[in-house]
């Protein structure tokens, strides 16, 4: 096989899972890691090649995708493979943390003589499941035209945004929108619910109008069927890319009102149980705010 149809891919959650099986399809080798047993099982009868580690990963693979939900799972990931003395290895970052972080991995791996490139995505679990992401590259671009097919082959559209932390400053941009876009919807959701319209009938004709977006197409529904169980971003885990946007902007000194007037409503939502929800939950708080009651 040509070594670059196999592909290592460490964190197989609702992004990496939708990832290694859109690879598949696309006729690469998966090689893959996750801490999840479940997901571990999941994802071996998908096809991918499981192993105990990122560094079996590295040990197997010359580009490896890594999508990890916590700051901490993103150093012990990056240390265990610059620990392994592993030849020079080309590692894609999918995920959006702080960029501090991403810049203390990077210097992880260099140290290591591995290229470590920050390439945040920008969409839902769902997107994933379509190849409807798009991805938002930055750091050595000689890496960055090695990788190109493998992020071509999962997703819509690949960016080379130019110096390392380049994909992450664009995904805070990308994210304080969603933020704002999710919450405007289910503001404009509930006046609708409450004035006596057809939930799918104001997602059907919005849509068609000038207050269309792109999270109406995808969250509005959700909201009309008041069902929010099938999660492609989790109010949980949602929480660590606002407070990742909020610190920075706090740290460049621009101002973000309405993004901070977001915040309360997710956090109601924690506080009202939608934790393991999509973040589209947020149209059930405001429900309550506004007295609204469903079939009554």
């Known amino acids: 096989m040509p070594e670059h149809k196999l592909v290592g891919i460490v964190g197989l959650g609702i992004m990496g899972g939708s990832i290694a ?79 501090e972080d991403k810049l203390a991995a990077q210097r992880v791996m260099q140290d290591a003589g591995h290229i470590l490139l920050d390439c945040p995505l920008s969409g839902t679990g769902a997107q994933a499941r379509n190849k409807d992401l798009t991805v938002y590259a930055s750091g050595d671009p000689a890496a960055i035209r090695t990788i190109r097919p493998v992020l071509q082959a999962f997703s819509k559209d690949v960016y080379d945004l130019g110096v390392f932390g380049n994909g992450s400053r664009m995904k805070y941009v990308a994210n304080l929108l969603v933020a704002i876009h ?19 009938q104001i997602v059907e004709v919005v849509q068609k109008g000038a207050g269309n977006s792109r999270v109406l197409e995808l969250r509005g529904p959700m909201m009309a069927a008041d069902n929010y169980a099938d999660a492609s971003m989790r109010i949980g885990t949602w929480h660590k890319d606002m407070k990742v946007i909020g610190q920075y902007a706090t740290n460049m000194g621009v101002p973000t009102p309405l993004f901070s007037a977001t915040l309360p409503i997710y956090a109601a939502a924690s506080a009202q149980g939608h934790n393991e929800h999509d973040t589209a939950a947020v149209c059930a708080v405001l429900e309550q705010m506004a007295g609204v009651k469903r079939g009554g």
């Open 21 to 99: 099986r859109n690879l598949l399809a696309a006729g690469y080798q998966i090689v893959g890691h996750d801490v999840d047993p479940a997901k571990r099982k999941e994802m071996a009868e998908a096809g991918v090649e499981m192993v105990q580690g990122a560094a079996a990963v590295g040990a197997k693979a010359q580009i490896i995708l890594t999508s990890l939900p916590k700051e901490t799972a993103l150093e012990s990931t990056m240390r265990e493979l610059a620990g392994a003395q592993l030849p020079r290895r080309v590692i894609a970052e999918l995920s959006t943390f702080a960029l």
């Open 182 to 200: 999710n919450v405007a919807t289910a503001e404009a959701m509930v006046l609708g619910i409450k004035s006596g319209l057809d939930p799918k």
